[in-house]
């Protein structure tokens, strides 16, 4: 497979800037697709590696310098992601500190279409108390997405249709700590709407390791909208606390922009099929004319997290739909209900997804439809409260 | 008017290295002058962007790494700032963890003429329980002197006096917090001694915000030495706290370096003039025959705060002017007091001063008679201890 | 003596890359050798200068941006360092968060083969409690190792043997906290397998400054292995707590990799000869044909430390040969058991060591003969468990 190793910082590799082409790779240039790399520079994105990867059917931006987060993407006129107040990034980890803020300084680099949050831990931030008078704190979302990947590369099928992969690594690893690398390989095919993540965690230890990991895929306007709706087939459905409560009865739509909103989270348990456990949740707009489906199986991701952050359109409208091994609570409360993955040594985790961009009512009614499938009938049981084992009452 | 922009970095404009003069702008050379940009090299400075300005009256150095602040400035022999134990800065924000040394990191790269403190709030740190057994740290001076502006560039008057204007725009800006722009204009005019610092912040926002700016002038020798003396018109003079109240009796004079003094802090209520409130402080050398001016408005910055911090040459001998809408309380003090801006959605404070380095008798004197005719022989009020509203008695 | 100036961030010097060699500074190249400076790119090390000697006897690799830390020295096909799970460094500070980790952040970058541990403080982290609700928190091992030089020069003698010398200075410095730099002089002679480390810190301030430095000279395989022993002359030996003394009856021999086994560390008294107390560490392999000698000062670095961490291969099989001013507890304890350096204003403290490769049966033999003499046949006294003034009971 025609590859092209751009970052291989180990072993000395670096290639500054590319543009990549099918010539490039002694491919066919029937469908044309570009991949382009170069280094943002100026105000707090100075330094921060951007991949862009275009083709007939999408846009694509990765930051390998933000844990190979994926900042946006773009189908024709409709944008993937959000306007997240944090203006001019993607924020270089540099200018991060995690540990400020009472532990959210994360949300000063936030505003990817998909940040990864884990690999430690992820969900709210939490302190453990050491006992000689330090504490411990363990800030939101734990660190991938703000390490560096010290390893990326473009491979692309030699064969139709010429499939494109950019293949990142990440180590969240040190003396005493966790020992996980990540390899991350996001596909899309040429004149598709589809982009694929496959994310292999593999414990680098010699002892038995534990993660958490959750998928932070991030919509704004125009999929976010009043009436746009979330839908994915589910055996429960759980408020997270009393302010999601109030907002249980219509947890699945969305109302307006709201200055002032305070977010709602509910955690569902979805039903997937197969032995893996396919499954998918739908995001549409009001009128069901355009949306995106996000698979995932619930064998690699048994979790899922709705946000719904219905604010101002300046201060952050957005939705979060957040596949996951736990729910974001602090990784105490879920490692006691087994929601935490061991690996032993060298053992991995994958965790595989796939994002379709729906671009006419058809395709939306057909998500639709095998959701419903999906749900066969019967409904989820809607928890009046948080309720065990997903959230403290 | 003409412009250069060096660093869009949104739109992804960056000049990597600039050396601009009358001629590259299509202006005559009749007063010469020279912008120039580059980016340090090597050790803390490592990355960071330098804007010198350069005429026959000042020169003038400008940090947009640094939110903006004033690195140093010098007419002729004379050297505006200070000798900062920091002696191989300007330090790159990266390097700089602010919640570092018990919530003072700030001084790990506090080397300026001018820093900015603020945005969400200056003053000394402080802690907030948030209940769940997190504690979330607010450092000192808050974040914007290390945040790097997204935005840089230049404009030159195409009519005479050609003043050179560098603008910068910084963020302060993320999900759950605050989202305010500065977009500051530093101008000086050829041939001239001033320096115009105009800032405006803009909540952009959907919700109110509050914020906070104080501005750090910082002068050591030779402006600084015994018998310099500070003198701005004000109703009242309150001491910080019991050691600013030893000073007292002297708090206008300057004492030499002395190795161990610990500093001593004033709270003025300055007079103004007019609607705006136009006033001006003043600090000279014990002669008489240099100093400088610095103007503002009691409209638009309500406070001025001396900072005495006369140790020794190498630990830092240094003064600080501090015009800002609140005194360097914590807070939550500040607050209560009704020292914090409220800024609607799309609202804009602005700020504005100007320095004026005075090079002669003549204009020493011209300068405190201006502040006698503020004080209008009606003396301050002098405070023998800390006092409501100023400080915590 | 023919010298490069690579760096001198305060005076504008900047050289990107080097390639040197005796030709280039005039000199005769009968002993060839090599010194490179470049910039690594990519991933956590992007943007950390590195600086390569090369020569018949050794390679030597120096990070100033990593504080003058030697990252890796080899000699032939020996691998003097480790192997840290940090796999992806040396670790641009900008992206090591020493306060996190509850004060344990220094290990995001830790994979040098000599870490320095200082200035302000090292050893454990610790909190002190302000008075006002903040906390002030110590992190492990201090600031040293994750300041970047701003000067660096290279030196070779003129005339034979041609040392040539790489000096660093880096500060660690600010207002109203220490002011101390450090010059250190990391010096090879080509053909040889010697290093030698001097480090002057001088108190910049203008009052006395209490610093503490130890150095973490860090060997793993094929160094380190089952049977591989630590000999060294000693007058006591304490074990720092209860899990050292399980290992007391065999503190000074290595077992093999075993995943999960916990630290132990032991404190010694070592002996020195001469006005200076001159010493020497041996570490010998199982066999004794290969080994280093780490020759110190007990005058300048009185004692001594074993760090013996022989936990699985891929956690970090590694021990820590670590001369110092003091032991690593927290500072508070080890200033008052008078183990912190004082430093007038303007005085220096030194700390010189020497790092010899023993490649033969014979070089090891010959140390251990060196170190018994030293011993002169009074045994050290081994303590059954942690005493004063060595560790808290």
Known sequence: MPSRTLTDSPAGVWIERVDLGPGDLGLPASDPWVVRKRALRGGRREGVDLI?????GLTLAIVPTRGMGIWRAQHGELRLGWGSPVKDGPVNPAFVNLADLGGLGWLQGFDELMARCGLEHNGAPYVV???DGRQTAYPLHGRIANIPA???????????????????????ARLFGMKVRMVTRITTVPGSRRITVRDEFTNLGDLPAEMQILYHWNFGPPLLGEGSRIVLPARAVVPRN?????????????GPPEPGFAEQVYFFEPIGEGADGRTVALLHDHAGGRGVALRFATSQLPCFTLWKNSGGLKDGYVTG??????????????????RVVKLASGASHVAEMTL???????AVAAAGAEIRALQAGEPPTIHPGPVEPFAAP
Do not use: C, M, W
Request: a negative charge; aromatic letters at 6%; hydrophobic letters at 30%.
């Open 356 to 362: 379709d961009v729906l671009d006419s009512a058809e």
């Open 242 to 254: 009393a302010r999601a409560v109030e907002g249980l009865g219509h947890h699945d739509v969305y």
């Open 150 to 172: 010290h390893y990326v590369a473009v491979h692309v099928g030699d064969g139709p249709p010429h499939a494109i992969t950019v293949e990142g690594h990440v180590n969240e």
């Open 129 to 131: 108390a050491e006992g």
């Open 52 to 56: 862009e990867v275009e083709h007939g």
């Open 321 to 338: 739909l957040e596949p996951g091994t736990n729910y974001p609570n602090p990784k105490p409360f879920e490692a006691q209900r087994g």
